[in-house]
């Protein structure tokens, strides 16, 4: 996949794609991995006339993102979606009694083959899945293991099946972890990312893209 002149890429997704940006104004970025990515492709393109778009919203789910999917990504006519979506379904399952079970891959799957499937019928066809992750600090978060793990074969299948852009982040950002501190990464949530989180959350989408 490559940047092209004209591009309108849209970054789609919950709060670590949201990252506080200003929802009254249509082409605000945040201040997170979005924001660093169209530095970079402005930085390094000056004489392409892109465009991007944020439409991260803190919270969602996999099916948030199907019920705005027309208004916030169809309707916008991007040529690239960015997709990173995933650790608010293994949150908002936590304590469920199916917490962590075979069926929970299948479900997030349904739903996830839908959204892909409709925004390549609608003739986007360059897409890019960006894989969700958790850092172990604090302590509790290897309890939420047995049901993110499953979702994020889930997107490794569906980024093979619909021919997707890849962006492995769960083991890059773990590695860094261990090597410099989870919470230089992730705060002390191990979800959300710092600064220096979402540089190589931006990083890993430019490689691989191959920028």
Same mark, same amino acid.
């Given at each position: ?5 004209? #591009?309108?890429? $849209?970054? =789609? ?6 990252? !506080? %940006?200003?929802?009254? &104004?249509?082409?605000? *970025? ?16 000056? #004489?392409?006339? $892109?465009? =991007? ?6 919270? !969602? %789910?996999?099916?948030? &993102?199907?019920?705005? *999917?027309t ?39 349904a ?76 705060g ?24």
């Amino acid at each position: 996949m490559t940047i092209q002149p004209k #591009d309108h890429l $849209l970054f =789609f997704g919950d709060s670590i794609t949201d990252n !506080d %940006r200003n929802r009254q &104004l249509s082409d605000d *970025l945040g201040g997170g991995y979005p924001l660093y990515i169209a530095s970079y492709l402005e930085h390094r393109y000056p #004489d392409f006339d $892109l465009r =991007f778009t944020n439409r991260g919203i803190g919270g !969602d %789910r996999i099916q948030d &993102l199907l019920k705005r *999917l027309t208004t916030d990504c169809l309707a916008l006519k991007p040529d690239v979606v960015s997709i990173l979506v995933g650790i608010n379904d293994t949150w908002h399952t936590l304590g469920d009694p199916n917490f962590g079970s075979s069926s929970i891959g299948p479900a997030f799957e349904a739903h996830y083959r839908e959204l892909l499937s409709t925004i390549i019928e609608s003739g986007v066809t360059r897409i890019i899945l960006m894989e969700p992750f958790l850092l172990p600090c604090p302590a509790d978060r290897y309890e939420w293991r047995p049901d993110l793990d499953q979702r994020l074969q889930v997107i490794r299948k569906m980024a093979l099946e619909f021919n997707c852009t890849f962006v492995p982040l769960d083991g890059r950002l773990n590695q860094l972890g261990i090597a410099h501190t989870f919470q230089h990464y992730t705060g002390d949530d191990g979800v959300h990312p710092t600064r220096a989180g979402h540089v190589e959350i931006a990083n890993a989408w430019l490689a691989a893209f191959d920028i």
